[in-house]
């Protein structure tokens, strides 16, 4: 037998190795997903996932309190925003809102 004959026979051997262990693991890939479906699975990559963020933004938190605290704060002062305006309205009293509806009561009366 000739050295190209040699490797060649070394390289189907390789490539037959090669195609056993795939095949071998299509079976168990095929037996695993036979045993729990694809939907599991995805949820559970998703929960643990999920996990990981709220891992993350947990040491977040703790590492950048004082910007977790300002951020909270912003957004309690957005959306709380209106009532906060209405109050310092009337703790200013403001002569704004009173005049309007006065000059449309006027304007009423007239026509």
Not at 61 to 71: D, P
Request: proline share 2%; glycine share 8%; hydrophobic share 45%.
């Amino acid at each position: 037998m000739s050295g190209l004959e040699h490797r060649l026979a070394d390289d189907k051997a390789l490539r037959d190795a090669a195609l056993a262990l795939f095949k071998a693991d299509l079976a168990l890939v095929r037996a695993d997903l036979a045993e729990r479906g694809i939907g599991a699975r995805v949820a559970d990559r998703l929960g643990e996932s999920a996990m990981d963020i709220v891992d993350e933004g947990i040491d977040y938190a703790e590492e950048n309190k004082g910007k977790v605290a300002a951020g909270v704060a912003a957004l309690v002062l957005w959306f709380a925003r209106r009532p906060i305006l209405e109050a310092l309205g009337r703790l200013i009293g403001s002569d704004e809102d009173d005049a309007e509806p006065r000059e449309a009561d006027s304007r009423s009366e007239h026509e």
